[in-house]
């Protein structure tokens, strides 16, 4: 019976573990800076077992009857914790009370069911084996956690219905101890029935775990979902209007149907068609393959190496009718190569250069995407780039983010890039900014690929033109030890109102 009790030690420490990763996951999905959200959850949740673990000190009868009511308010909580933040995010003005509220009580939790745990253990082992078996356990479960939630939770179960399938788990374990100890608890049978009823409600709610998130999700979107998928590294929306469907990365809209051919043709041609028969092209990002699409209008065009870190993001755009329809099927050309694959490593091991490069990642509002807008991965985009080539940056808005936009700048200046800044307005995102680099100095085009809906030889000309209120703000280079383009990113699109 010991040894069973052992084993429920590795089951709630799992559990422990992926309620205090769901809630930084999805802090991070609700309100980016994934560094921020995953450090400040987990400051909260520790500091919240101290507390739990402090208070245990206090229950001195009924240690086993305690122990099953820890493990079904553990199950109830943490199970439900993650549908209750998606359906609230919209509806409450303090939303980070509560996603800490409830990362305080979980963790206050299960911070209070080892000690009793290892109090009820006591008179089985020796001190000293009793500490180093339940904390081995405990250890072991917590690696457990860690491998299995980005590899196999998240992809296949999502944040809300893993949050209830743990629940159930911790519910399961005070069930388990329920039976095991019947003799010795008093008021059995109200400790069972509310056992059962908690059970029933978590399950219900991990059969309901998409509803409950196309609920949440219709809630925060203004037009009809109609595609959702957690993948390893984000959460990717569909939408669809009436004339007009929209792509979002973890709540941040990525592209409009009705004026995605602007930003596109604006990112691709500019810089391209200023190139004498471009042959090699390179695409780091650009999952959607819409700028791969307008990058084989040139007919010169050999091979397009396209490096996306997300398959779900790739597959997306290369199986929905909607979404091949939208970028011409280019990325099933014989031209293109697709591969899924950190941008930052693939480069490291890269010995090709190309003469046209377009990065085309999400903005800067990360560490993890703020890497590969360091002078160290630009000193590696620059070794990939011809002596003749040209490659772009998308930079944010220069005008909501001025000095974010300078700073991509300046870092790509450090590391010896010939820089052009150019902006367009599009209008689902406003003004936005573009960087040209070269190792040579740039001349804008005049001709371009017959039917362009946007760019063309006048407008072009008006694209280097920036106005007083974009002039250039002073700043630092965005370094890997520094990140200080995060920063100026958080609080410049932070205090802007749209």
């Not at 490291?348 to 002078?375: C, E």
């Amino acid at each position: 019976m010991s040894y069973v009790l052992l084993f429920s030690v590795f089951v709630i420490a799992t559990c422990g573990l992926v309620y205090e990763l769901i809630a930084g996951a999805l802090a991070s999905y609700l309100l980016g800076d994934s560094v921020t959200q995953f450090s400040t959850v987990i400051g909260v949740y520790l500091f919240s077992m101290g507390i739990g673990s402090f208070l245990s000190k206090y229950v001195n009868r009924n240690l086993i009857a305690v122990f099953i009511q820890v493990e079904l308010l553990i199950g109830l909580v943490g199970g439900f914790s993650s549908a209750i933040l998606f359906v609230a995010f919209e509806y409450v003005t303090s939303f980070r009370i509560l996603l800490y509220g409830l990362v305080s009580i979980t963790g206050t939790l299960v911070g209070f069911e080892i000690p009793i745990l290892m109090r009820i253990l006591q008179s089985q082992f020796e001190f000293k084996d009793l500490v180093s078996k339940v904390f081995t356990f405990d250890y072991v479960g917590a690696l457990l956690a860690s491998l299995l939630f980005p590899l196999v939770l998240v992809p296949h179960l999502g944040l809300v219905r893993t949050a209830f399938l743990f629940g159930i788990f911790n519910v399961l374990v005070g069930i388990w101890t329920l039976y095991l100890f019947k003799q010795e608890i008093p008021w059995i049978r109200l400790l069972k029935g509310s056992a059962f009823a908690v059970l029933l409600s978590l399950v219900i709610g991990f059969v309901y775990s998409d509803r409950i998130l196309s609920f949440a999700e219709a809630s925060s979107y203004q037009d009809k979902v109609i595609y959702s998928k957690s993948s390893q590294y984000q959460r990717i929306i569909l939408t669809k209007s009436a004339d007009d469907f929209r792509l979002f990365l973890n709540g941040n809209l990525q592209f409009s149907s009705k004026d995605e051919y602007r930003y596109h043709e604006a990112l691709v041609h500019v810089g391209m068609a200023s190139l004498d028969r471009p042959k090699s092209v390179l695409v780091l990002g650009g999952g959607d393959g819409l700028a791969v699409r307008e990058i084989l209008k040139y007919p010169s065009v050999e091979q397009v190496t396209l490096v996306d870190l997300d398959s779900e993001m790739t597959d997306l755009f290369m199986k929905h009718d909607l979404m091949t329809h939208l970028n011409e099927n280019s990325l099933h050309s014989p031209k293109v190569q697709v591969i899924n694959d950190d941008a930052f490593l693939w480069l490291r091991s890269n010995k090709k250069k190309f003469d046209f490069i377009v990065v085309d990642f999400p903005d800067p509002s990360n560490f993890s995407v703020g890497k590969l807008y360091t002078n160290s991965f630009y000193r590696l985009l620059k070794t990939a780039l011809s002596e003749t080539g040209v490659g772009v940056i998308q930079s944010t808005s220069p005008y909501v983010a001025k000095k974010s936009f300078w700073c991509v700048n300046h870092t790509l200046q450090s590391v010896g890039f010939k820089t052009s800044p150019y902006h367009v307005y599009v209008p689902a995102f406003g003004d936005w900014g573009y960087i040209l680099v070269s190792q040579q100095s740039f001349t804008p085009p005049e001709k371009f690929p017959d039917g362009l809906r946007f760019i063309n030889r006048d407008v072009v000309k008006t694209l280097f033109v920036f106005p007083e209120d974009m002039r250039v703000a002073s700043t630092d280079v965005n370094k890997l030890n520094n990140q200080i383009l995060v920063r100026h990113f958080e609080e410049e699109w932070a205090s802007y109102v749209h």
